[in-house]
């Protein structure tokens, strides 16, 4: 592939969006969990084969020997995703990352050429940036990923600019046809090794669970760990 090519239209991402935007509000509708509630794994994994890294260097925070070890697959145009790192991240890092008590792993999981094209500029930038780039794009996602003049690309370009790229280093990136071809690997591994197929995705101490936590939940199924 000698170019990668962004074709997510505007009309398709507002459609992701709002439909996952009404899902979200079907759920809320059931009631919020309660702060004591420690969230039900749907499977167990090998965690040791969880945490082998991939084609890709591994990104993550924390230490690697802290007791408890999150591997997150996530997409940046998936709006649960983008809530879940808007809403509960940074409280997680501070109380629980910051501290030693969790090593939390950033897996690469696109479901379409915008978020595989995301996640391409955020491995371009410099190995230290990869948590700021994903952390801006994720909590700006409406911005680029669905722009009011339609242009995701140009949307994404003037985004990263603000990470330091030109519009060389940009289209470099992007056409990286090696790169596209790890970033896709590392989703297909955790689609087949792993069972994965919906973002987010949590695999924590060798179990899995599905869906956008909020940060009493996680706190609780941390604590329980601990």
């Known amino acids: 592939m ?9 009309r398709r991402l507002l459609a992701g969006i709002a439909a996952a935007a009404t899902g979200a509000a079907a759920v809320s509708l059931a009631g919020p969990a309660l702060a004591a509630d420690v969230p039900k794994a749907e499977r167990d994994v090998d965690m040791t084969a969880v945490l082998k890294p991939g084609n890709l260097p591994e990104q993550a925070l924390g230490k690697p020997d802290a007791p408890v070890k999150i591997v997150e697959y996530f ?17 997680i890092k501070e109380k629980y990352i910051d501290t030693g008590k969790v090593y939390f792993v950033f897996r690469e999981f696109p479901f379409d050429p915008s978020a595989t094209a995301a996640f391409m500029l955020a491995r371009c930038a410099p190995k230290d940036q990869y948590y700021p780039f994903i952390t801006m794009f994720l909590k700006q996602q409406r911005a680029w990923a669905a722009p009011a003049d339609g242009d995701v690309k140009g949307a994404m370009l003037q985004m990263s600019k603000m990470a330091g790229f030109s519009q060389e280093s940009f289209n470099s990136c992007l056409t990286n046809a090696q790169l596209a071809a790890d970033v896709t690997a590392v989703r297909d591994r955790g689609a087949k090794d792993f069972g994965v197929n919906s973002t987010p995705t949590f695999i924590i101490n060798g179990k899995v669970y599905t869906g ?12 329980s760990l601990l």
């Not at 997409?75 to 409280?91: E, K, L, Y």
């Not at 956008?212 to 604590?223: E, G, N, T, W």
């Open 75 to 91: 997409s940046m145009t998936c709006p649960h995703c983008a809530h879940f790192h808007a809403t509960t991240f940074d409280a």
């Open 2 to 10: 000698a170019n990668f090519e962004l074709t997510l239209t505007k």
């Open 212 to 223: 956008d936590m909020p940060v009493d939940s996680m706190s609780a199924l941390i604590d």
